[in-house]
């Protein structure tokens, strides 16, 4: 039974917070404190940890790795969209806005906001005021500490240069701040990384005061991880210099969190599919939700509406290895595979494919209730009082294949579970999915995808979605730190050093190859060499390695890219790495189909004609980007550099608004946005 504790708090934190600071958070505000409201609002602990609740809104829907984009909403896969890694899923969905370089600088916003650094340092500046012994003190200042860092990071990630505010701005005073120049990034990140050091030796630990599910030394060693191993492959790759001791610095806490969370949960789905992520293994952070106090999660709606945002495409899916001999597809021992269609493409791959993207299956009728005319919402369809209901809108029958197959698999993969089952069913639970792949085009107008490949990560069939405060939202917890992106990260950031041994492998990816729902091979380094992967230049859709990266450095990011698929690492990833080009500069394709399968059943469920008109409307293409008729890839988008658009360098940061220029005549764009 999920527990209502945190979101309480929370909900008293955000009083706190609105009585205390005034709703005027613009960059840089210069209105001053209230003292009187100071002086009796940060005392006594327990001040400070209602004050602190408020600060726990950083940790927006969907942005828990703050990779946000340009879209309307902060749905966990936008990061993933900006690097390549996904496409938009509806019927008229335009090229990403960078691929076609059609964004613009914006007037404000951004994330070029310091409103909530505003925020901590209202807290920090009153703590030596405070009442608290210096144990306390030093435990709140760690806290601060950390939120402060946890959006400094971002600030840095973005923009590179920015200001460092470890004050409250005041008019009069702080000019050379407020109208002066940016600090270098360096500069900035090695105080952030001071600032977390800090509160890594200050704050309690778990069990020592500190709440459950709050702030505590994991969790900041957790940011460390994660911001040492941006920040080291950052200056690496983009030739600051000074990298190894954030590598260094990365390798040790990731380590010693290794050894605090010596498990992984065996469950890969339900990191993001649980109703209370507090009794699964190896979650350092969370963010609870509960549609009974009108805090739920938007991500379920955003797979399974006619708002679905995002889809795979085929070099995406392709980065998944096939299961029984743990290789990529493009790998010479599996040139004889069949590719018909999905099924084909599914079949013998590492199983977080099928968690990630809905498997292909197709059902020729459906249970519905003869008194109210609804669906039974949970398969299979065994109640005697139902009446068959037979698809007459194109169901996919490929001759030889069993349409349940992966039905089956899903129920071997995950058993007794009720997550991911199939048949599919839209958000509400009550609109059954006829087959996957499903178009935008088709009659099924819910839970689709313009690629054919949907996204349903967050999928969860036992979490009906519910409306909250005029949008539909979801119950189920959604991870902030875990342990699976610390063993990532430890394995990237020993390469980088020159420390990745098979025991540092066995150590961090081997750990998640081996869980149960998974049970990949293992990652052997002495298996991996330029062949594993081979780089086919003429292939521009799937091309192999880029044979500018190392072949077992290759093979740690692709793990990375496959078990944090969907939450939004892509973009943060790519940039640090400095391959923006490599995975945006490519043509796009989905699934491939053979129309000659479609066919319409009459109500009593025999073939009536085949191939649809919705069907014969579907483009495809070649892997060329050629026309193709019949059987092909459902075509997206082509390189958009042979337009001369695509990946522009000035896209590894983010530019500066266009209104704060005009208000500091000493801040400079960010390079190469000035054409934008």
């Known amino acids: 039974m999920k527990t209502n504790n945190i979101n309480i708090k929370h909900i008293l934190g955000f009083i706190a917070l609105s009585a205390l600071v005034s709703c005027n958070d613009a960059f840089l505000e210069k209105v001053p404190v209230v003292s009187q409201s100071e002086a009796t609002a940060f005392k006594t602990y327990d001040n400070f940890l209602?004050?602190?609740?408020?600060?726990?809104?950083?940790?927006?829907?969907?942005?828990?790795?703050?990779?946000?984009?340009?879209?309307?909403?902060?749905?966990?896969?936008?990061?993933?969209?900006?690097?390549?890694?996904?496409?938009?899923?509806?019927?008229?969905?335009?090229?990403?806005?960078?691929?076609?370089?059609?964004?613009?600088?914006?007037?404000?916003?951004?994330?070029?906001?310091?409103?909530?650094?505003?925020?901590?340092?209202?807290?920090?500046?009153?703590?030596?005021?405070?009442?608290?012994?210096?144990?306390?003190?030093?435990?709140?200042?760690?806290?601060?500490?950390?939120?402060?860092?946890?959006?400094?990071?971002?600030?840095?990630?973005?923009?590179?240069?920015?200001?460092?505010?470890?004050?409250?701005l005041k008019e009069g005073e702080d000019e050379d701040i407020i109208y002066g120049d940016r600090t270098p990034r360096k500069v900035v990140a090695d105080s952030i990384l001071a600032r977390l050091q800090y509160a890594e030796t200050h704050i309690k630990k778990l069990g020592e005061g500190a709440g459950s599910n709050t702030v505590n030394k994991a969790v900041v060693q957790a940011l460390l991880s994660r911001f040492t191993l941006f920040e080291g492959t950052w200056r690496r790759y983009h030739n600051l210099g000074d990298e190894e001791k954030y590598l260094e610095e990365c390798v040790r806490v990731s380590e010693e969190l290794r050894t605090t969370y010596p498990a992984v949960d065996n469950n890969y789905d339900e990191l993001l599919t649980s109703d209370d992520l507090g009794k699964r293994t190896g979650i350092i952070l969370y963010k609870q939700y509960s549609t009974a106090l009108e805090i739920g999660s938007v991500s379920q709606r955003y797979e399974r509406s006619t708002s679905t945002y995002f889809g795979f495409h085929r070099a995406t899916a392709d980065l998944y290895l096939v299961k029984s001999n743990g290789l990529p597809v493009t790998n010479a021992a599996n040139a004889g595979r069949p590719d018909v269609d999905m099924y084909d493409e599914f079949r013998d791959r590492d199983p977080r494919l099928l968690l990630t993207v809905a498997p292909p299956y197709s059902q020729s009728y459906r249970l519905i209730n003869k008194n109210t005319g609804n669906d039974y919402p949970f398969p299979p369809f065994t109640n005697s009082d139902g009446s068959y209901q037979y698809n007459t809108a194109a169901n996919y029958d490929r001759t030889g294949q069993d349409p349940h197959e992966f039905v089956d698999l899903l129920t071997t993969i995950l058993p007794n579970n009720q997550s991911k089952r199939l048949p599919a069913f839209q958000f509400q639970g009550t609109a059954m999915m006829w087959s996957i792949p499903n178009f935008p085009s088709s009659p099924a107008t819910q839970f689709r995808s313009k690629s054919g490949y949907i996204c349903w990560r967050n999928y969860a069939l036992w979490d009906v979605v519910t409306m909250v405060n005029g949008d539909n939202q979801a119950n189920a917890d959604k991870p902030i730190f875990f342990i699976e992106e610390i063993l990532l990260n430890e394995a990237e950031a020993r390469f980088e050093l020159g420390q990745f041994t098979q025991e540092i492998a066995d150590?961090?990816?081997?750990?998640?190859?081996?869980?149960?729902?998974?049970?990949?091979?293992?990652?052997?380094?002495?298996?991996?060499?330029?062949?594993?992967?081979?780089?086919?230049?003429?292939?521009?859709?799937?091309?192999?390695?880029?044979?500018?990266?190392?072949?077992?450095?290759?093979?740690?990011?692709?793990?990375?890219?496959?078990?944090?698929?969907g939450l939004g690492y892509g973009f943060a990833d790519i940039r640090r790495w400095k391959k923006g080009p490599w995975f945006v500069n490519r043509p796009i394709i989905g699934a491939k189909i053979d129309k000659q399968y479609y066919r319409n059943l009459s109500n009593t469920g025999s073939p009536t004609a085949v191939t649809p008109s919705w069907v014969n409307n579907l483009p495809l293409v070649n892997k060329d980007f050629t026309p193709a008729t019949t059987h092909g890839y459902i075509k997206r988008f082509d390189d958009p550099s042979k337009d001369g658009k695509g990946w522009d360098d000035a896209f590894y940061l983010f530019p500066i608004p266009k209104n704060d220029l005009t208000l500091n005549r000493k801040l400079t764009q960010n390079q190469g946005w000035e054409k934008y």
């Open 50 to 168: 209602t004050y602190s609740w408020g600060l726990y809104s950083t940790f927006q829907d969907g942005n828990y790795v703050q990779t946000l984009g340009d879209r309307a909403i902060n749905f966990s896969g936008t990061g993933d969209l900006l690097a390549g890694y996904l496409t938009g899923a509806a019927d008229n969905d335009k090229d990403d806005s960078r691929r076609d370089r059609t964004i613009t600088v914006p007037a404000s916003g951004g994330g070029w906001d310091y409103s909530f650094i505003r925020r901590v340092n209202i807290m920090l500046q009153n703590i030596d005021k405070s009442n608290l012994t210096a144990e306390e003190k030093a435990h709140w200042r760690s806290v601060g500490y950390f939120f402060f860092a946890y959006r400094y990071a971002e600030l840095i990630s973005r923009f590179g240069d920015v200001y460092w505010v470890d004050h409250i």
């Open 507 to 565: 150590a961090t990816i081997n750990k998640l190859r081996r869980r149960t729902t998974i049970n990949m091979p293992d990652f052997t380094i002495a298996n991996i060499n330029a062949s594993t992967d081979p780089h086919n230049p003429n292939d521009k859709v799937t091309p192999g390695r880029d044979p500018d990266v190392n072949p077992v450095l290759w093979e740690i990011r692709r793990e990375r890219t496959v078990e944090l698929m």
